[in-house]
């Protein structure tokens, strides 16, 4: 089981090998609507990334950040364990209904964020789906890529601080793998608050419900009023 998108990078020859083996390859992005770069601005940052080793290409591949598209994975993945001989029963659909409960807690959560301040600003292109389900725009990014080995340059970073300015964006989140420097730099010169989060790190509970509520509830403590 991967993401797929080449989230995996490295392992993508192994996964390769393996199903050339025989062996069934579940890959999570095949069964959702994969979100790709809107812009034309946006294709030609990754036009410019193209070099960097782990550029992922124009298709967004941090699915995980809405628990509706994982409902979606976790149906289809079902079905394929069992004619693998795993049992899952009722697993996958019990699960599924988990993760429809958890967007409801998370919508609830944002709720406090009024519609001018769902405006975000993050580290790199993190929270693409996230946005996208909860009515949130992606405004900039300190690091114009969907990985954090990208490198702004100082022509990108002061777009990305008049933009903040221009759109009254309240915060910047900077999650784990921003240039810590850069990312205060940019906050501080834009007048707002650093946040800081973690995409992509279980938090001490973890599971993937206690990512999903922490992402939630750190966005809605720094847009809120």
Do not use: C
């Amino acid at each position: 089981v991967s993401n797929g998108l080449e989230l995996e990078e490295a392992l993508l020859t192994v996964l390769e090998s393996a199903a050339s083996d025989g062996a069934t390859w579940f890959q999570a992005a095949e069964h959702i609507t994969v979100r790709e770069l809107e812009t034309a601005g946006d294709a030609e940052h990754h036009a410019d990334e193209g070099d960097h080793e782990h550029d992922h290409g124009a298709e967004d591949p941090h699915i995980w950040t809405d628990p509706l598209a994982m409902r979606d994975v976790v149906l289809a993945l079902g079905p394929v364990l069992e004619e693998a001989g795993i049992a899952v029963g009722d697993g996958a659909s019990d699960l599924a209904d988990e993760l429809v409960a958890l967007d409801a807690t998370v919508a609830a959560i944002l709720a406090t964020v009024a519609d001018e301040d769902r405006k975000l600003v993050t580290g790199h292109r993190s929270l693409g789906y996230f946005a996208d389900r909860y009515g949130f725009a992606p405004i900039g990014t300190v690091i114009p890529s969907l990985s954090t080995s990208g490198e702004p340059t100082a022509r990108e970073l002061a777009q990305l601080i008049e933009d903040i300015k221009a759109n009254e964006v309240r915060a910047v989140f900077a999650e784990v793998g921003t240039p810590q420097a850069v990312a205060e730099a940019v906050a501080s010169d834009s007048g707002v608050e650093l946040v800081a989060f973690s995409t992509s790190q279980l938090p001490e509970g973890g599971t993937y419900q206690d990512l999903i509520v922490e992402i939630a509830t750190t966005v809605a403590g720094a847009l809120s009023p």
